[in-house]
């Protein structure tokens, strides 16, 4: 078998489902855009594709992006199975070019559609189309499948050093409730590390939330993983699906303190091990969540996250 994958792979976790199947013997082609570089060939260039943006709405770059994916495929010929992940990134034309070399055309969206629109995919170019929001699932007849677990289970710790809570999040309209948080877990005496990364630092943030400009990668993060109690997940305004952490959490067997109220739908949800606070409420945590130890899932129902079930679903693999 052969399968292709086309995403967008900013931080690499596509990468762990080609490792998945290469684990499996299978022939794997992962076309990765976020590596695609381009390159202005004067300031004439790059004034003329800024009125092209402005004007026709077309932008050079990803013009020249996807004549790069397609001259790929077409000198690779065919495939069983071709996956594609961010498929908005890509013109419908674009897509049908790319169907003619497979048997078989999916899409996985691990955003929701209101972030980024996909309206223009939803007649005749798929062949499957999985998501993990529940909203757009119900809305335009998806195959529903969550992210996935990619890491080993990790052994439940009696004791973890530095922090209590911990989260990383781009600076978006998550930060005020943030904010909020951090003031509460400090008037407590409450442990914890929030990152914050974005271009500008916002003004008025509690003194103890770390700021940087810099992306940060999960191998740089993985000792604060390690030495926290409690992961911290805030949901996107509009998603409706499970983020990474969630999945990362269950794997590091560590408990949760989400904004996500879908979470409860979920067959590995336990208000023992997953806190669930709304925004537009008051921050009232019970100690009791921060002293008693995780509940361990049962192993069925872990095992339904696993990157394993994820790749036997999408791809039919027995």
Known sequence: MKIGILSFDFFNFDQKIVLELNRRNVQVDHIDISQFKYKYSSVFDRVRNFFNKLIFKKNIKNIKMEEHVLAHF???EHYDIILVIRPDCFTKQTHLEIKKHTNKYIAYLYDSCTRFPTDHLLDGVFDKIFSFDLDDCKKYNFNFITNYIYIDKKQIKDHQTNQNVFIVISIDERIPFLNNLAN???????EYKFLIIGKRKPEGINPNIFYSRKHVFQEDLQNDLEHSKIFLDLIRHGHNGLSFRIFEALAMQRKIITTNQSISQYDFYNPNNILILE?????????????????PLDEEVYHKYTIENWVNTVFELN
Do not use: A, G, R, V
């Open 74 to 76: 077409k000198k690779e």
């Open 279 to 295: 925004e537009n409420k008051p921050i009232k945590i019970n100690p009791d969540f921060f002293n008693t130890p995780y509940e």
């Open 184 to 190: 509460y877990l400090s008037k407590h005496n409450i």
